[in-house]
């Protein structure tokens, strides 16, 4: 499912008009329409004497609303409207359906001073249902009065509501609440899903959404398709077209390298390389501390093991490089980082091997704390790389705080990926996967009990293997988000809430992979 920012929404409306003729008006009229038919569905097709107050902006949302107050009051329904500002604002397509109103109703009241405000709230909250048609998709700085007032008015109330295009208040871009917003109960949102949507916090400001067909012509949307999608219904056809060939072998399906390692830390690579097997990787190597390397032979069955040399007792550094660089000639992807720390010379190993290594190269935990303040190398590196970072680590990256990398997720993994040519997969409430070409895709499964340690190292393992499989990363790195989460809402399903192992999850992505459930 795509997502649209507000400026792209804006641009499909102008070339809808534009380029094929079609009115803004009808436009304005299949919003409201539609939206119409939503509530009558929702509430129940007998909408006589049903009380519903419609709230209005000055712009283009408002106009909406004053078609939706029209088609309620054919239906039966006794609807006051609220008109938030001045008449003299409005203008346009908006205009037009408020004349219409006009002539159909005198229930029309404007709001232009806190005596009337403390009138309409009083209304408010007699209201069975509240239409928010305050401000839509245009907003973009904090929500001032009489929005403000109104907004948290609305939201004292007991009645339903029902959001026109986008909560009021909410960014439709980023998902970040300006000052406050209405808590709907219904979006009913305007021929894409927006951004701001299908993120946090934004997405637990809009209850249930429609999306609304207002009919932008196809083609103007396939000469310029959104930058954004909602990965919800995988395609997995590559991944088992590969497993459908009789004649494979496990040289077909990649040798992967992990490296990583150190005391206290050998869960981290092993957790990564069990990982890899079960979504199929054909062989797994583990590189380690050789002082480490017993642990690990104890660890791990199906995978391999490779003792480095070390600059100290169970930590690589430089005296490693070498030998790293030999493991990594021939394969298709390595992953860097699962418990390797930043003690020593580690990070200008970490730092050495980007510039040597040539294929595709997932870095995880370490191995990014490792790059803080040399991202010149990722311009720089011939390898193809995938970022894995929660928000602390791409706060390091970026120079940013946690806070700000989270008010504005989608903008920071976009604005990086881009700047530095690299997979950005930003961990966390909806993961977001941001390519160089700066498309985002943001991920839907998951809960908050993979809130444990261990997660990033199995997912890690995942899209590694998934890549040394061959598979294109636009399929493999969302797909492997994807499954990742998949595999916690399915144990979540069979086992109730209880705390979840990183482990716990491996077993689950082979059920899920074979398409059979346990009983």
């Not at 909408?47 to 106009?63: E, Y």
């Not at 050998?266 to 583990?286: D, K, N």
């Not at 995938?386 to 604005?415: F, N, W, Y």
């Not at 340690?453 to 890690?460: E, K, M, N, R, T």
């Amino acid at each position: 499912m795509y997502l649209v920012t507000a400026e792209e929404m804006r641009a499909f409306d102008a070339t809808a008009i534009q380029e094929y003729g079609i009115p803004g008006i009808v436009l304005m009229e299949n919003a409201g329409r539609t939206t119409f038919h939503i509530m009558k569905t929702r509430l129940g097709p007998d909408l006589q004497d049903l009380k519903v107050s419609v709230v209005a902006g000055p712009g283009n949302n408002g106009g909406d609303g004053y078609v939706i107050a029209r088609y309620l009051i054919n239906h039966g329904a006794e609807v006051e409207t609220f008109l938030l500002s001045p008449r003299d604002k409005i203008q346009g397509d908006a205009l037009i359906n408020l004349k219409i109103l006009e002539h159909m109703t005198s229930r029309i009241f404007h709001v232009t001073d806190s005596e009337s405000m403390n009138v309409a709230a009083r209304k408010w909250r007699e209201s069975e249902v509240i239409v928010d048609a305050i401000l839509g998709t245009g907003l973009n700085s904090e929500v001032r009065s009489p929005y403000r007032d109104a907004i948290l008015e609305i939201n004292s109330s007991q009645a339903i509501r029902v959001a026109v295009d986008l909560p009021s208040g909410l960014d439709a871009d980023t998902g970040k609440i300006l000052g406050c917003a209405v808590k709907a109960d219904i979006t009913a949102t305007y021929g894409f899903k927006k951004v701001g949507m299908a993120v946090y916090p934004g997405i637990a400001y809009c209850g249930d959404i429609e999306v609304v067909d207002i009919s932008i012509p196809l083609p103007a949307i396939e000469k310029n398709p959104p930058q954004a999608m909602l990965y919800s219904s995988p395609n997995a056809a590559t991944y088992y077209g590969l497993r459908m060939n009789p004649e494979a072998h496990k040289g077909i399906f990649g040798h992967l390298l992990v490296i990583g390692g150190s005391p206290g830390k050998t869960g981290a690579p092993a957790m990564a390389a069990h990982a890899a097997s079960r979504i199929g990787a054909g062989l797994v190597t583990v590189g380690v501390p050789a002082a480490l390397n017993s642990i690990l032979e104890v660890k791990l069955t199906e995978e391999m093991t490779a003792p480095l040399p070390e600059s100290v007792p169970g930590f690589l550094g430089i005296t490693a490089l070498e030998r790293l660089l030999d493991l990594a000639e021939g394969k298709r992807c390595v992953v860097l980082g699962p418990g390797l720390s930043t003690e020593y010379d580690i990070p200008e190993m970490v730092q050495r091997f980007l510039s040597s290594y040539t294929g595709w190269l997932v870095i995880d935990a370490d191995g990014l704390n490792a790059l803080s303040g040399r991202m010149d190398i990722l311009k720089s590196t011939e390898a193809k790389v995938v970022l894995t970072p929660h928000p602390g680590e791409m706060a390091r990256l970026t120079g940013k705080s946690p806070r700000e990398v989270q008010e504005d997720r989608i903008g920071t993994a976009r604005k990086f990926a881009v700047d530095f040519g690299v997979w950005v997969v930003l961990k966390g409430a909806g993961t977001i996967t941001a390519s160089p070409d700066g498309m985002i895709v943001i991920n839907t499964t998951g809960n908050s009990w993979m809130a444990s340690g261990g997660q990033g190292d199995v997912l890690s393992g995942i899209l590694g293997g998934l890549l040394v499989q061959n598979i294109p990363p636009e399929e493999a790195i969302p797909f492997g988000v994807f499954l990742h989460g998949l595999a916690a809402d399915s144990l979540l399903e069979k086992v109730g809430n209880s705390p979840m192992l990183a482990t716990d999850l491996l077993q689950e992505i082979r059920i899920l992979l074979g398409g059979k459930r346990e009983e």
